[in-house]
């Protein structure tokens, strides 16, 4: 079974991913993984900690020679800011300096206050470090290794942001564009938008947003090409692929909403307009010298409203899943909160942080995607190595051929 953890505190020494149940065989290197490090911390409406920070991944065990060993994967993110909060931060000594001194004002809309009531807390710091989205650099670190592995079998994972701050892109404008030529022209803009003019008015969104110390949020999508029909099940309920995908997406610091193909439109709309229909063809479609999926014969749809996921399973066609991402709690004309020691009003206390962070959530989105596919892949496939998934993978293909 594939399955990741991971640790670490926000200003702490590093974040770590741990993966387990990765085949052998399989190439990996840290530059593979760092380039979605970067994208992570790219986008226009970030905060300070990017400028500081400039994440790089080191492969600590699992892997030889570029290749993985089937043994556990440690995936290690220094934090350089860790540098400044030694003496705050020190996992074996007692906190020293300005920066030691305890958080008594939990932050509007974040784990502070929950937490530290969870945790018997009363430095509401032992809390936010780990509930930070710092967290997420180790995510899209095990994510860039899932990518890898679904790579071999010609799957691919893109994303890019439709809506912040109530502007949105329009899609049907492009809605005969390839994912690939859609992820091409986000991966070119500083929203990860693949609209120009949409791209501009998020910008002054933004902008303004900061201006007045407010934040802003916004909706992305993360799609799937190359997904072979079958991953997932309906018999049993944690065994359903689109149940598991929102999971990993609402599992995402500040992600409020997921939707599935088309989602809540489905509510106002008449079954006739939300069910794809079914068709057959005999012409070969194949997307990669590979020669996996999609393969001829197969059966397709015209329209993809199911998101590519029906009766709990991969249907064969893309997976489309969007997400909403809240406005950043951390405000720089802070909401009030209560004092937890005092138990007076105070405005929130204030970490550094972004205005809008919805380009980055997108690719925090691939990661955790990735990772959940790549899952329903080897729960399918499985074997210990490479070989032996991919002669799995190709009987399979034979089997659905036959039909």
Not at 245 to 271: D, H, N, R, W
Request: glycine letters at 10%; charged letters at 25%.
């Amino acid at each position: 079974m594939l399955r990741y953890m991971t640790t670490g505190e926000s200003h702490g020494r590093a974040v770590i991913a741990v993966v387990e149940g990765m085949p052998s065989g399989l190439l990996l290197t840290p530059a593979t993984i760092d380039v979605d490090l970067k994208r992570r911390q790219g986008g226009y409406g970030r905060g300070g900690r990017m400028k500081i920070e400039s994440d790089r991944v080191e492969l600590l065990s699992g892997v030889r020679g570029s290749r993985t060993l089937g043994s556990p994967i440690t995936l290690q993110v220094t934090n350089r800011d860790w540098e400044n909060w030694t003496d705050a931060m020190d996992p074996e000594k007692s906190s020293t300096g300005p920066r030691a001194v305890p958080v008594t004002r939990p932050r509007p809309g974040h784990a502070d206050l929950t937490g530290a009531l969870k945790y018997a807390q009363t430095d509401v710091r032992n809390i936010l470090e780990r509930s930070s989205a710092r967290e997420t650099a180790a995510r899209v670190a095990a994510g860039a290794a899932a990518k890898r592995l679904l790579e071999e079998f010609g799957i691919d994972i893109y994303s890019w942001v439709t809506e912040v701050g109530g502007v949105k892109w329009n899609r049907a404008r492009s809605a005969k564009e390839t994912p690939a030529a859609l992820y091409k022209r986000a991966e070119a803009s500083v929203m990860r938008c693949p609209g120009k003019s949409a791209t501009e008015k998020m910008k002054s969104c933004i902008k303004s947003a900061k201006e007045a110390g407010d934040s802003i949020g916004g909706i992305f999508k993360v799609v799937a090409t190359g997904v072979p029909p079958g991953l997932g099940s309906h018999v049993q309920w944690d065994r359903k692929l689109n149940a598991r995908l929102t999971c990993a997406l609402a599992s995402v610091q500040a992600i409020k909403g997921v939707e599935v193909g088309m989602g809540f439109e489905c509510g106002s709309l008449p079954g006739s307009k939300v069910h794809d229909e079914i068709y057959y063809s005999k012409k070969a479609a194949g997307n990669s010298a590979k020669g996996f999926w999609p393969q001829s014969p197969r059966f397709f749809r015209h329209t993809n409203n199911a998101g590519g996921i029906e009766g709990g399973m991969s249907n064969g066609e893309v997976i489309e899943l969007s997400a909403v991402m809240k406005p950043i709690p951390t405000l720089y004309k802070p909401l009030r909160s209560v004092d937890i020691k005092s138990k007076r009003t105070f405005e929130a206390s204030v970490e550094r942080s972004d205005t809008c962070a919805v380009p980055a959530a997108a690719v925090v989105g691939e990661a955790v995607v990735a990772f959940e596919l790549a899952v329903a892949f080897l729960d399918k496939f499985g074997g210990d190595s490479m070989k032996e998934i991919t002669r799995n993978y190709k009987g399979y293909l034979k089997q659905i051929a036959a039909y």
